[in-house]
């Protein structure tokens, strides 16, 4: 069965510094892999996808996201955090069915 | 930009008593999902919805649920007879075909049940 495994419930990094979120996922034949953003009381907004196409996928807000198969990673980097940046963000994977799997989540706070 | 929207946005019930969460799916799309989210746990899965009937549905989307598209437009979860665990926040989405296809999600409703 499908999983993804988020390291790091929650990370702290400075405003300017580098963000970066960990996913590993589990899956049995090449997966579709998200990443989603859940701002304070509200819902998951999608911040990019990877879809069998180009391995380095860019999203909004300046996030990327590199899929390496060999080490079945889907890790989230932005160069530098903004302080709107702050919010939980999820790592989920689709795999051949409708639903999405999700990870635990990890919650990004930015010092001043 | 289309959006789903889901009310109401808070919802407080008694345990035993039947509650009904209702979504307004993005117009043309013809996926429909919902997903909960118990308080500091993952976002769950509960059930998939196309052509109206269900297409995929995990193990606790029991008998105590059911899923509608009463009307064209609103797409409805129902918990027949809630128990203190059901209370999470209970997302719909919506998607315009399968596979890699964008899951867009409403705000959620956070349900209570007492």
């Known amino acids: 069965a499908q999983s993804v495994t988020q390291l790091g419930s929650h990370v702290s990094v400075s405003e300017g510094a580098l963000v970066l979120l960990r996913c590993n996922y589990s899956?049995?034949?090449?997966?579709?892999l998200f990443w989603y953003v859940q701002y304070p009381n509200q819902g998951l907004q999608l911040l990019l996808k990877?879809?069998?196409?180009?391995?380095l996928v860019k999203g909004i807000n300046g996030f990327e996201a590199e899929f390496k198969k060999s080490e079945t990673s889907f890790h989230l980097t932005k160069p530098s955090a903004h302080m709107s940046d702050a919010a939980e963000y999820f790592c989920?994977?689709?795999?051949?069915?409708?639903?999405?799997?999700f990870g635990q989540g990890t919650r990004l706070t930015i010092n001043p | 930009e289309p959006e789903v929207t889901q009310t109401p946005s808070h919802q407080v019930t008694q345990m035993g008593q039947e509650v009904i969460l209702r979504c307004v799916p993005i117009?043309?799309?013809?996926?429909f999902y919902w997903y909960r989210q118990i308080l500091g746990q993952k976002v769950e899965f509960l059930v998939s919805?196309?052509?109206?009937?269900?297409?995929?549905k995990s193990e606790i989307f029991d008998d105590q649920f059911s899923v509608e598209r009463p009307d064209g437009s609103n797409f409805t979860l129902k918990i027949r007879s809630t128990k203190l665990e059901d209370s999470a926040m209970y997302f719909c989405?919506?998607?315009?075909?399968?596979?890699?296809?964008?899951?867009?999600f409403g705000p959620g409703t956070r349900l209570l049940v007492l």
């Open positions: 990877y879809t069998s196409a180009a391995t």
């Open positions: 899956s049995s034949v090449p997966p579709y």
């Open positions: 989920a994977v689709r795999p051949p069915s409708q639903k999405l799997v």
């Open positions: 919805f196309y052509n109206n009937e269900i297409s995929e």
């Open positions: 117009s043309n799309h013809l996926y």
């Open positions: 989405a919506s998607s315009g075909g399968a596979g890699a296809e964008t899951q867009y």
